[in-house]
């Protein structure tokens, strides 16, 4: 449970990541990359995600943190976190996934889209160079997590796809100590590396930006069908995953693109995939737009809880009943939320503790915590 003095706690921590600046020619933040093909005259492409961009030598991807040099390519943000705090999971949000329990949550520079609304727009689009760093290795990583009594690291903030070579070093670590791993992503990734993502950690949240491939080239840089592709292939892998849908209002928030998305769902990963609404606040590129309103929210769920999905919930609307887990058959809550605080749990062995209906996800805490 997430008590009001822990919650306090973690409000009144510093930013861990604020302690020192890195020098920029760091060497310990730089490993070979794990995903790409060397190509003749010293090129490369690299293959960790969709936009596959050929690189001459000394030159860099879209993504601004892996560099080729001589022909070798390289990560330059393997343990260079520049955001590192203690968030509630549900922050995260994962709603199915022990709840009420902290994450100590990192990231690096980087991304490989260039969202219109992004929140973190000043750590996903600048290179490593343009933001304070500290060294965090792995078995550093999940020592403070468990220092800090987090039973879970999430890679957030930014975009974890293209620093997968310290989360996936950072996973095993985090095994090793008995603290489990979450990633926070727009799934953006080519299947190899996501399979390798899929062994190591437990859980992939994935940011679903719309349903529409024209949202996609317009708002987000990227596309929509590779992003389909990572949650079926994240569900056939046994991971647990749960998608979270930013509703901007007059871009991607009209019934048919609800409907379209919740029959998807459905026939493609199942209705026990759990699926949050949330609302949008005016950000970066598009602070014309207002935020969403709490009926076109209303209206979603609505949506996709008549076309049959079990767990469809509504987010940044602290009070809202659909922040709280709602049993499918007996229909009482099974996790009462309120906000990012969990006030009840009444699930056990993975039942409903009235009914014994099945509630899928990874509950309990792990006992070392
Ligand atoms: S991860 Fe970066 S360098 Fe690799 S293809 Fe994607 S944007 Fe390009
Ligand atoms: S994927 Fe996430 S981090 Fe990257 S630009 Fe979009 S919102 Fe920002």
Redo the contacts with the bound molecule.
């Keep these: 449970m997430v008590d009001r003095r822990a919650f306090l706690q973690t409000l009144a921590l510093p930013c861990l990541a604020s302690r020192a600046a890195a020098s920029d020619s760091d060497a310990r933040f730089i490993v070979e990359a794990r ?2 093909e060397k190509l003749p005259y010293k090129k490369i492409k ?8 050929v ?1 001459d030598d000394r030159e ?7 560099e080729n040099r001589g022909g070798t390519y390289y990560s330059l943000v393997h343990s260079r976190v520049c955001a590192a705090h203690i968030d509630p999971i549900e922050k995260k949000p994962l709603f199915h996934f022990l709840p009420g329990t902290m994450a100590f949550s990192v990231a690096t520079a ?1 991304c ?1 889209v260039n969202c219109k609304m992004c929140q973190n727009w000043d750590i996903s689009q600048v290179r490593p160079e343009q933001v304070s760093s500290t060294y965090m290795p792995p078995a550093e990583l999940a020592g403070n997590a468990r220092q800090y009594q987090c039973p879970s690291i999430a890679y957030t903030y930014s975009e974890p ?2 620093f997968c070579e310290y989360v996936l070093d950072s996973a095993d670590a985090g095994r090793a100590a008995g603290v489990r791993s979450v990633v926070i992503s727009g799934g ?1 990734i080519q299947q190899d590396p996501l399979k390798e993502l899929c062994r190591r950690v437990d859980s992939i949240k994935i940011d679903l930006k719309a349903f529409s491939e024209k949202y996609y080239q317009e708002v987000v840089n990227g596309e929509l069908k590779p992003v389909l592709n990572t949650i079926v292939t994240i569900r056939k892998q046994g991971i647990w995953t749960e998608i979270v849908y930013l509703v901007v209002p007059t871009l991607n928030d009209s019934d048919e693109e609800f409907r379209s998305l919740a029959r998807w769902v459905k026939t493609e990963v199942g209705p026990d995939v759990p699926l949050h609404f949330s609302r949008f606040h005016p950000e970066y590129l598009l602070k014309n737009l207002p935020p969403t309103p709490l009926p076109t929210l209303e209206r979603a769920k609505a949506i996709c809880d008549a076309e049959g999905l079990h767990y469809v919930y509504i987010g940044n609307v602290p009070g809202h009943p659909a922040e709280s887990t709602w049993c499918p058959k007996c229909r009482r809550a099974v996790v009462e939320r309120a906000g990012f605080t969990v006030k009840a749990v009444h699930i056990d062995e993975g039942k409903c503790r009235f009914c014994r209906q099945i509630i899928p996800g990874i509950w309990g805490r792990p006992s070392h915590i």
């Design positions: 995903f790409y690299c293959k960790l995600c969709p936009r596959e961009c690189i860099r991807g879209y993504c601004g943190v892996r980087g490989n796809v293209v953006y």
